[in-house]
């Protein structure tokens, strides 16, 4: 049986007075601190998942259809495929990052409402 670091007393604790209850009440909110800087992952459901796939293969058609668009059919002419692939791999990245940050705030604001 192997000891978490967590659960063991503190060195003093009996000295300082604190009897079994204190101890352990201390003891459960230091595993809560803990894992409290650790990122739990939510279980997607089956039609999370699909509306994801969905989503992804919307946007890469519309992709398709829009850089055939620019690139054949469009009256500008607009004859420069590497700057618009160029363009298209920067703004998702931009949204990727933005997302990213937004999930790490949402995450840090549940994490914190939890010990209010």
Known sequence: ????????VSPGDEEAGFNSTEI???NVT????????????????S??????????????VAL???NKFL???SPIK????LFVTWFQLLFALACVIFLG????????LKSKLIYL
């Open 1 to 8: 049986m192997s000891t978490n670091s967590v659960d063991a």
């Open 24 to 26: 352990a009440a201390r």
């Open 30 to 45: 230091r595993k809560r601190y803990l894992q409290s800087f650790q990122y739990q992952a939510l279980p997607l459901s």
């Open 47 to 60: 039609m999370q998942i699909a509306g994801v796939v969905a989503f992804y293969i919307s946007v890469s």
């Open 64 to 66: 398709v259809v829009l």
């Open 71 to 73: 690139l054949s059919y």
């Open 78 to 81: 607009f004859d420069f495929p």
């Open 101 to 108: 940050y937004l999930n790490k705030k949402g995450y840090e």
